[in-house]
């Protein structure tokens, strides 16, 4: 059973940096890709970032291209998303996903979610 477990959401001054982090657990990640996506209210769920857990190459929005930083750590099994000079516009909740596959897509058909974790940037 998969399970993928965000945390490092808060509330942060424009300007400012959050770490969100993705614990995984259930399988060898080794062959998964891994992406986070958010969803503001009223607003559709969008990619962020993806890093393909075996090469550890990465892919961003071109949103955050320069802000955020995706990284994975297999000796903990998680996955991270280093947020610098945040936005309102960033403000969203959440998600950590899995997909069985060494493709990082940047729609939400992955396999497996996290609950989410909100993220709210005052102006």
């Known amino acids: 059973q998969v399970q993928l477990v965000e945390s490092g959401g808060g509330l942060v001054q424009a300007g400012g940096s959050l770490r969100l982090s993705c614990a995984a657990s259930?399988?060898?990640?080794?062959?998964?890709?891994m992406g986070w996506f958010r969803q503001a209210p009223g607003k559709e769920r969008e990619f962020v970032a993806g890093?393909?857990?075996?090469?550890?190459?990465?892919y961003y929005a071109d949103s955050v291209k320069g802000r955020f930083t995706v990284s994975r750590d297999s000796a903990k099994n998680t996955v991270w998303l280093q947020m610098n000079s945040l936005k309102p516009e960033d403000t969203a909740v959440y998600y950590c996903?899995?997909?069985?596959?060494?493709?990082?897509?940047?729609?939400?058909?992955?396999?497996?979610w996290g609950q989410g974790t909100q993220v709210t940037v005052s102006a």
């Open positions: 890093i393909v857990w075996s090469v550890g190459t990465t």
């Open positions: 996903a899995a997909d069985p596959t060494t493709l990082v897509v940047q729609i939400p058909t992955y396999d497996y």
């Open positions: 259930g399988r060898t990640f080794s062959t998964y890709a």
